[in-house]
């Protein structure tokens, strides 16, 4: 039984299309992030949702949209992809204030 | 606003060397500290917590750490380390009761066999 759980794992796309990733947990937690992992393995907090809530909104391109249509999903929808938006992105959740994160498996993805 | 500085960005060892890692934290508040290893390819899984409590924290597979209040740090530590111990390690703070985690730039361990 997977935790938290991203598809797609692998993701290739031209500049210029719109994609989607999404995220489930199944812990009962009730918020969840996505962060971006660069190729430096830098971690950047893009979006937090707390009980399908937006709490957190980083500096991140309007092109991203995230979208909680309940507690255990939340999704990311990107259009007009760049060059710029190669890297993986991360899926996490952890119950409110304990910070400790549960992460999914990652989508790699990869613009060309 | 908080930040987490790790110091060492890469660090090589020889199996069964001990291993310190360092994390400092700038926030002059209450925080919750903590550790992840990522393997290569694989997501971040967590290691190890402070939340309150003994400052010497343990975690799974030997690790621990040792949070030092009066120096903002929280370094992380094993006695002897293993092949498989090869991955890359974060610590991140979050205010205690908050919602954002910051995350440090992360150090690569490579193990020696």
């Known amino acids: 039984d997977t935790a938290v759980s991203q598809t797609p794992k692998y993701l290739v796309t031209q500049m210029g299309n719109d994609k989607s990733i999404k995220c489930e947990q199944n812990?009962?937690?009730?918020?969840m992030y996505w962060y971006k992992q660069d190729s430096k393995k830098f971690l950047k907090i893009m979006f937090s949702?707390?009980?399908?809530?937006?709490?957190i909104n980083e500096t991140v391109p309007n092109r991203f949209s995230p979208k909680s249509p309940d507690k255990a999903h939340l999704n990311l929808h990107i259009n007009s992809l760049e060059l710029g938006d190669s890297a993986v992105y991360f899926c996490?959740?952890?119950?409110?204030?304990?910070?400790?994160?549960?992460f999914g498996s990652g989508t790699r993805l990869t613009v060309v | 606003a908080q930040s987490v500085s790790q110091h060492n960005h890469h660090v090589i060892l020889s199996e069964a060397a001990s291993l310190e890692l360092g994390c400092n934290y700038s926030?002059?508040?209450?925080?919750?500290l903590f550790w992840y290893v990522q393997y290569p390819g694989q997501h971040l899984q967590l290691l190890l917590k402070?939340?309150?409590?003994?400052?010497l924290v343990k975690g799974i597979k030997g690790f621990e750490a040792e949070f030092i209040k009066s120096k903002f740090s929280f370094n992380l530590r094993k006695p002897s380390v293993q092949w498989s111990d090869t991955a890359e390690y974060f610590c991140?703070?979050?205010?205690?009761?908050?919602?954002?985690?910051?995350f440090g730039a992360g150090t690569r361990l490579f193990v020696k066999a």
């Open positions: 996490a959740s952890s119950a409110t204030g304990q910070g400790g994160y549960t």
């Open positions: 812990l009962g937690h009730d918020t």
């Open positions: 949702y707390n009980n399908k809530e937006l709490i």
């Open positions: 926030y002059g508040g209450t925080v919750n």
């Open positions: 402070y939340f309150s409590g003994d400052p």
């Open positions: 991140a703070v979050i205010v205690t009761g908050g919602f954002k985690t910051i």
